[in-house]
């Protein structure tokens, strides 16, 4: 008997795609405009994503230079990065924003390293979720007489040795993103 993991491996990749996008969000001390992503700003009445009304631009390992599109918006941009609560130095000039980052303390990244390792068990209860669904699946396959007690324990080695690589996938993610908070 095959079982279709298809749909535990499509969920996997999802959860890794997440755990990699909140990873991004998390300040590494260099300049990034990937942390820039969750900021939205008020726009015409509706809340739109700052890439969509600005340029942004990396000027060194320290410096972010935000050029809108309508300079009208310079202060509802600066009102939503000093909002967001990034740790960021927000400097206003005629053509747009700067935004500085500050040199980490030791103890502010031990707090990124705590939110990421927060991110990583999030990760994991989503990634136990999915093997218990698949779990369920097979438990009542085996009851409806659909497959042999002995395909039921063949499917959940084969899928336990697929949530297990993810598993170690999303920890080696964590340990990248420690590494460069740690830098």
Known sequence: MNYNFIKLKEEILGIENWLKKEFSNIRTGLASVTI???IRVENYGSLTSLNQVANLTVEDAKTIRIIPW???QIKGIEKAITKSDLGVSVVVDGKGLRLFFPELTNERRQSF?????????????SLRGERDKIWSDIQNREKNNEISEDEKFQLKNEMQKIVDEAGKILVALF?????????
């Open 70 to 72: 309508d300079l009208s």
């Open 175 to 183: 340990e990248k993103k420690e590494k460069e908070i740690l830098g």
């Open 36 to 38: 820039l992503d969750n």
């Open 113 to 125: 390293v705590k939110v990421a390792k927060d991110k990583l068990e999030q990760g994991k209860v």
